[in-house]
Nanobody
Framework: QVQLVESGGGLVQAGGSLRLSCAASGSISSINDMGWYRQAPGKQRELVAVITSGGSLNYADSVKGRFTISRDNAKNTVYLQMTNLKPEDTAVYYC???????????????WGQGTQVTVSS
């Protein structure tokens, strides 16, 4: 089994910063893409940022220049540094990872439980 555990959410004023972390645990052979998604009330879940195993990055236009995704492969952890936060960034943020487990033929797409980020105006 594999598990993603997120931390770092909370309440912050507009213009503030937060750093989210997501650590993967289990019988992990390797991790491919790791990313962050978010879902605001009444809206669909959307991509925020993705980082590949090779370090390629992809960001939603709405967060470019404000958010930075990074990963520590030795710790099986992905981070999301969020700066200049806006009220429209308020959402539940979910970690996602494509994980190859030992003794499994194919990678497993795994989600974290979500962490709430609230930005007050």
């Amino acid at each position: 089994q594999v598990q993603l555990v997120e931390s770092g959410g909370g309440l912050v004023q507009a213009g503030g910063s937060l750093r989210l972390s997501c650590a993967a645990s289990g019988s992990i052979s390797s991790i491919n893409d790791m990313g962050w998604y978010r879902q605001a009330p009444g809206k669909q879940r959307e991509l925020v940022a993705v980082i590949t195993s090779g370090g390629s990055l992809n960001y939603a236009d709405s967060v470019k220049g404000r958010f930075t995704i990074s990963r520590d492969n030795a710790k099986n952890t992905v981070y999301l540094q969020m700066t200049n936060l806006k009220p429209e960034d308020t959402a539940v943020y979910y970690c996602n990872a494509n994980i190859q487990l030992f003794r499994r033929a194919f990678p497993t797409n795994t989600w974290g439980q979500g962490t709430q980020v609230t930005v007050s105006s």
